[in-house]
């Protein structure tokens, strides 16, 4: 693994099971075997490190993320469930990362934080333009209370439940994560008033 890939992996490591402000830059070089100068040949600073693997992985997410969405076509159902699956997904497989990157951001300089957030958004609004797609065309049926339009609160009540995958879900358990991410795409379509069509989540459960 070169230098650079092994700094970042204790860093991730590091940063969810201690935090970003207690780790130190020799935490993390002694925990990747390399001595404390060989940082600051990839990284300016912890805090450059520290930006360096959320934007890598927030990058990652957000690509993901509208590449589910442009495979799933127009129909809204289909979208939301793609959308759905495939965010648990990467937030199950990638759960220290993912840890990390919903946790620490905020320690982040003003601009790189305003980075961070602004790929946040662009995720949370592509979520909310499916949600509109499917309340304009009325497959959408549980998204307004008292005459209010409530897309964006619905929006981010699925991406926290589906979030917080990462700080309980491990491998190798009775659900793998392809069933969790599939079930995560089932209460975001009920969330909505969505008509649920023939359960894949629930066949794949009982096959397993």
């Known amino acids: 693994m070169p230098p650079s890939e092994a700094i970042e992996a204790a860093a ?4 969810a099971r201690r935090g970003f402000q207690i780790t130190t ?18 990284f300016s600073s912890k805090d450059d490190l520290l930006a360096t693997i959320i934007r890598s992985t927030q990058g990652v997410l957000e690509k993901e993320c509208g590449e589910a969405l442009a495979k799933a076509g127009g129909d809204p159902v289909a979208r939301l469930r793609a959308f759905t699956h495939v965010y648990t997904l990467r937030h199950a497989r990638r759960r220290i990362e993912a840890v990390v990157a919903n946790r620490e951001f905020e320690w982040l300089d003003n601009t790189r934080l305003e980075e961070i957030r602004a790929s946040r958004r662009r995720i949370r609004d592509m979520l909310v333009r499916v949600l509109d797609e499917g309340a304009r065309s009325g497959v959408f049926r549980s998204l307004r209370r008292g005459g209010k339009d409530d897309l964006k609160i619905t929006a981010m009540a699925i991406l926290n439940q589906c979030t917080y995958v990462a700080y309980w879900y491990r491998a190798g358990g009775d659900w793998t994560d392809e069933q969790v991410a599939e079930l995560h795409a089932d209460m975001s379509l009920r969330i909505v008033g969505a008509p649920m069509r023939d359960n894949v989540s629930n066949n794949a459960i009982a096959a397993d």
């Open 12 to 15: 991730f490591d590091l940063f």
């Open 25 to 42: 830059v020799r935490d993390v070089m002694r925990a990747c075997g390399l001595t404390q100068g060989a940082l600051y040949n990839h």
